[in-house]
């Protein structure tokens, strides 16, 4: 098993969360009532979903010997 592919790929999914949570605040910025707690609650959600993949991507790559914060 390729754990430093794995948590690339993990890792590269937190990314594309993360744009997806500054997408939703710039709507957020432009929005009233009902819909703002929608994204509000969108962005709980997303912001739990970007800290999952990035600790299992952190774990993986320590799984493979590697580390982000490596030189």
Same mark, same amino acid.
Request: hydrophobic share 30%; charged share 35%.
């Given at each position: 098993?390729?754990? #430093? $592919? ?7 999914? %937190? ?12 709507? /957020?910025? #432009? ?5 703002? =707690?929608?994204?509000?609650?969108? $962005?709980?959600?997303? =912001?739990?979903?970007? /800290?999952?993949?990035?600790? %299992?991507?952190?774990? /993986?790559?320590?799984? %493979? ?5 490596? %030189?």
């Amino acid at each position: 098993m390729d754990y #430093k $592919l794995w948590s690339q790929e993990y890792y590269e999914k %937190a990314q594309q969360v993360k744009e997806d949570m500054e997408k939703l605040k710039q709507k /957020l910025r #432009k929005t009233k009532g009902d819909e703002k =707690r929608s994204i509000n609650s969108a $962005l709980i959600t997303l =912001r739990t979903m970007y /800290l999952d993949c990035m600790k %299992a991507s952190e774990l /993986l790559l320590s799984r %493979a010997g590697g580390s982000y914060y490596a %030189a």
